[in-house]
Nanobody, 124 residues
Framework: QVQLVESGGGLVQTGVSPRLSCAASGATFSSYVMGWFRQAPGKEREFVAAISRSGGSTYYADSVKGRFTISRDNAKNTVYLQMNSLKPEDTAVYYC?????????????????WGQGTQVTVSS
C-alpha cells in the first residue's frame, strides 16, 4: 500500500508557474504508474497527466498539453506537475494517484491509491 501527500498548491496569478509535488511512502514507488487528476466545483474528477513507472512515457489531457509537465524522481519517491501558462479554468483541487498495473490509464477508477488533494486557485 502507498500513501500519497500532495503539496505546492495555493492562490496563484496567471503568469506564475507553480510546481505541485506528490510524495509517496509505504511501498516501492517505482512500481507504480502515477497520475495527476483535478476536480473543479460541481464537476467530475478529470485526468490531467500520467507518467510511466520509469518516467519514459507521459500522457496529457488536451486541455493542459504544452502547458503542464509531469515528471518523477524515483530516488525521491516523488512525482511532480509543473504548471505553466495557467488559466482561471485550471482552478481545481489537484490529486495525485498511483496505479499498480503497468499500463497508463486516464480513468480515475483505474487508480488504486489517492492523495488528499491540494487546491490550486488561479486568479487573473
Amino acid at each position: 500500500q502507498v500513501q500519497l501527500v500532495e503539496s505546492g498548491g495555493g492562490l496563484v496569478q496567471t503568469g506564475v508557474s507553480p510546481r505541485l509535488s506528490c510524495a509517496a511512502s509505504g511501498a516501492t514507488f517505482s512500481s507504480y504508474v502515477m497520475g495527476w487528476f483535478r476536480q473543479a466545483p460541481g464537476k467530475e474528477r478529470e485526468f490531467v497527466a500520467a507518467i510511466s513507472r520509469s518516467g519514459g512515457s507521459t500522457y496529457y489531457a488536451d486541455s493542459v498539453k504544452g502547458r503542464f509537465t509531469i515528471s518523477r524522481d524515483n530516488a525521491k519517491n516523488t512525482v511532480y506537475l509543473q504548471m505553466n501558462s495557467l488559466k482561471p479554468e485550471d482552478t481545481a483541487v489537484y490529486y495525485c494517484a498511483a496505479r499498480l498495473i503497468t499500463m497508463i490509464s486516464m480513468r480515475p477508477r483505474e487508480y488504486d491509491y489517492w492523495g488528499q488533494g491540494t487546491q490550486v486557485t488561479v486568479s487573473s
